[in-house]
């Protein structure tokens, strides 16, 4: 059993391949040894959390969920633990696994109750699993907004109860309903799932625990995979500023150069060897003050050729005349903000970018440029999230970072990752256009487009979980933190 922090590389499988593996599994095992085993873990993890608890109140659906409650209702009992059980569901109608472990809760000698404890010093949440099928309603619905609202934590076994396991989208109506008061804690069992780590799978989940059940050794196909700790790499003595490579900002039509200058500042302190800004308001000063090393230049005049070029960052409308030119000049390319809206409406623009497939091009919608880029609606996107990123990466040939909590990047072929770092301290104007800046300096040293996105997301996210707590986090201070892909 472990925790999952940013530092954490792991495979993430979908609901469809951690059946498959529950089936290998528990055909190699005697009966009900998983379930022994997932309620063994349960109950020595509600320990940990909760080692004083006079009452520890379980709250067991109607499926294997329901099972592992019970199995760990049972184990606590055992250790001293009391245990107070709220149940849905009939017992005919319990899977053969749960039943068994019902009958050993109920020897075990826990408290069934129809109702909740008023007073508990912690939640097991066994309502629904991966076998979650619909939105909870009733007294499922009901005991789930109490375990939100109470000052108890609460422990989700496997998934949180209403999370779609496969995407992290929460069920509506048990959305409305949370309070987000209680501390989360979840145990997820046997695999990890995607779920988990974006949408509404961060806020449901808590902090994650894994157990594998001792099964460790089954192979099936990841659907996405957390990246783990960015490689550390080194500048070497013998180099000079041409090896970290050029970066050109094109963006910062009138009213928004400040956009621009981000993403021109966080490129420089993500290590680019030189930034030039071409902003799109001829009125703007060809002097940052403050950044003197940016080099400004007009649009026209720049040699894309051997250039990472950073495009689209308070672009405004006026990008759109240069992106042809852009898109079939720059060596390197990543598409932010008003770029993406300008492909989005131009199938010529989208022809263009299919035919840089081969080269390096990342794209870093948040869920509306996507949603627009997929002809579709950001409540679309945000239901099936890594759905979504792999599409959009397929139909434009690039590698696509769609933003949010729990940044999905992916690529036209091969897994796609989830980040786990970041926090909502970055829903602040301008935080995007840092992490375009980002991304073009870990592109322009030449890392390859999917390492250097994934590294510059997780960097991105990695300084505002860093940031402390009585600074404000704000997008020009995010920039001035960025360090060097290589020291
Ligand atoms: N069978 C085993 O030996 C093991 C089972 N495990 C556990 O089993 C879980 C999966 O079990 P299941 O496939 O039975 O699925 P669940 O226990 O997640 O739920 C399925 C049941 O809930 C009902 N249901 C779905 N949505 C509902 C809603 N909104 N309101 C009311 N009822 C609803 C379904 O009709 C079905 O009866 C895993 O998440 C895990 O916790 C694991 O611990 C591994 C071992
Ligand atoms: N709640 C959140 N949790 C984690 N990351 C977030 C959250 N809100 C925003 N972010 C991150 O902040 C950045 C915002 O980018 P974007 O929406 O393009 O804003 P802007 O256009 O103002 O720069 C993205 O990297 C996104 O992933
Ligand atoms: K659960």
């Known amino acids: 059993m472990f925790r999952i922090t940013s530092a954490t590389a792991a495979d993430l499988f979908d609901i469809a391949a951690t059946r ?51 199995e760990a ?106 309070s987000a008061q209680a501390r989360r804690i979840c145990l997820s069992l046997l695999t990890l799932k995607p779920g988990l780590f974006s949408a509404h799978g961060r806020d449901a989940a808590g902090e994650v625990w894994f157990d594998d059940l001792g099964v460790a050794g089954i192979v ?9 700790l960015p490689a550390a790499t080194r500048r070497h003595h013998a180099s000079h500023k041409g090896s970290y490579g050029d970066v050109a900002v094109i963006g910062g039509a009138p009213g928004m150069a400040g956009a621009a200058l981000l993403a ?25 003050q403050l950044r003197p090393e940016l080099m400004f230049r007009r649009p026209d005049t720049l040699d894309l050729s051997g250039m990472t070029v950073v495009s689209g960052c308070g672009g405004g409308a006026a990008v759109g005349e240069l992106l042809p030119h852009i898109l079939q000049t720059a060596d390197a390319l990543v598409l932010d903000a008003d770029a993406l809206n300008g492909i989005a409406a131009d199938p010529a623009l989208q022809k263009l970018l299919k ?23 950001t409540g679309e996107v945000q ?28 690529q036209p072929d091969g897994t796609p990752v989830i980040n786990v770092t970041g926090n909502a301290r970055l829903a602040t104007a301008g935080t995007g256009d840092v992490l375009a800046g ?39 201070a995010l920039a001035g933190g960025c360090l060097p892909v290589a020291r």
Request: proline residues 7%; neutral net charge.
């Open 20 to 70: 498959r593996i529950e089936e290998t599994a528990a055909k190699a095992l005697p009966p009900h040894t998983l379930m022994q085993r997932a309620g063994l873990a349960v109950a020595r993890f509600a320990m940990a959390v909760a080692p004083h608890a006079r009452v520890v109140w379980v709250a067991c659906g109607p499926g294997n969920n329901g099972g592992d409650g019970f």
């Open 73 to 178: 209702a049972a184990q606590l009992q055992r250790r001293g633990f009391r245990t107070v059980a709220t149940r849905i569901g009939d017992d005919d109608r319990l899977p053969a696994d749960a039943q068994a472990s019902l009958r050993r809760a109920r020897e075990a000698g826990v408290t069934f109750a129809e109702a909740p404890p008023t007073q508990y010093e912690l939640a097991v949440d066994a309502l629904l699993g991966i076998g979650s099928a619909r939105a909870p309603s009733g007294a499922m619905l009901d005991w789930l907004r109490r375990m939100a609202e109470g000052t108890a934590p609460v422990l989700s076994i496997d998934t949180p109860s209403g999370l779609d396991a496969d995407t992290g989208a929460m069920a509506a109506n048990y959305l409305q309903a949370d």
């Open 220 to 228: 099936d196909s990841p659907v996405a995979r957390l990246p783990g």
């Open 264 to 288: 021109g500042s966080a490129a420089l302190n993500a290590g680019a060897g030189r930034v030039f800004v071409a902003l799109l308001d001829p009125g703007a000063p060809a002097l940052d």
């Open 355 to 377: 035919a840089r497939s081969g080269l390096s091009t990342v794209l870093t919608p948040h869920p509306l440029e996507a949603a627009r880029l997929l002809g579709s609606n």
């Open 383 to 410: 239901r099936n999230r890594l759905a979504a990123a792999q599409d959009l990466a397929k139909r434009f040939g690039a590698i696509v970072a769609l933003k949010g909590s729990g940044t999905v990047i992916a």
């Open 438 to 476: 980002m991304v073009g300096a870990a592109l322009a040293a030449r890392l390859a487009p999917m390492a250097a996105t994934c590294e510059a997301v997780w960097r991105h996210g990695d300084l505002a979980d860093q940031w402390p707590e009585e600074i404000p986090l704000t997008a020009g």
